[in-house]
T-cell receptor, first 113, second 110 residues
């Protein structure tokens, strides 16, 4: 089954404790992205990747890091999480750029206390 | 900066037709996409327009006017299962850089 898998689905943690949210896709897609979703703001792109070792900033990259060492994986790293990073996070992948459909994972709800 | 505007809420009855508008002001433009998201779920792709005109996919159609920086999603023969949030999204000239609108919550009444 074609899917984008995120882990964990839920996480409650404390300020300053490094965390990683993993994302893996099994569709051999070149493009992957991370978004955060907050009420009334829609989805905001954090980082995106166009291929292995190629990443670029989206609209809200501050406080986040990513890496793309393998085509299927695109982890999101919060080195020193803060309460304003409490949000719902989605990973997405697509075969091509522009209008190609993005396939989203089920989301990760992070609470930073 | 980049901004997209959509109505925050729309209500319609089963069987009706509803149009959700999206206007955008962005530094680049590659195309306009539409996504549906049910409560507690992930966004799912509905349609995409890169050129002016109407794209039809079953009960859903999407329209784009690049000169007006405007697009809309048209949902026909509304069903209860269409109750969801709908987001327009602009892909900027760099391809995978997306900006999403704030979303429109559609409620379909019996």
């Amino acid at each position: 089954e074609a899917q984008v898998t995120q882990n964990p689905r839920y996480l409650i943690t404390v300020t300053g404790k490094k965390l990683t949210v993993t994302c893996s896709q099994n569709m051999n897609h070149e493009y992957m992205s991370w978004y955060r979703q907050d009420p009334g703001l829609g989805l905001r792109q954090i980082y995106y990747s166009m291929n292995v070792e190629v990443t670029d900033k989206g609209d809200v990259p501050e406080g986040y890091k990513v890496s793309r060492k393998e085509k299927r994986n695109f982890p999101l790293i919060l080195e020193s999480p803060s309460p304003n990073q409490t949000s719902l996070y989605f990973c997405a992948s697509s075969q091509g750029q522009g209008g190609q459909p993005q396939h989203f994972g089920d989301g990760t709800r992070l609470s930073i206390l | 900066g980049q901004s997209l505007e959509q109505p925050s809420e729309v209500t319609a009855v089963e069987g009706a037709i509803v149009q959700i508008n999206c206007t955008y002001q962005t530094s680049g433009f590659y195309g306009l996409s539409w996504y549906q998201q049910h409560d507690g779920g992930a966004p799912t792709f509905l349609s995409y327009n890169a050129l002016d005109g109407l794209e039809e996919t079953g009960r859903f159609s999407s329209f784009l006017s690049r000169s007006d920086s405007y697009g809309y999603l048209l949902l026909q023969e509304l069903q209860m299962k269409d109750s969801a949030s709908y987001f327009c999204a602009v892909s900027l000239i760099y391809g995978q850089n997306f900006v999403f609108g704030p979303g429109t919550r559609l409620s379909v009444l019996p």
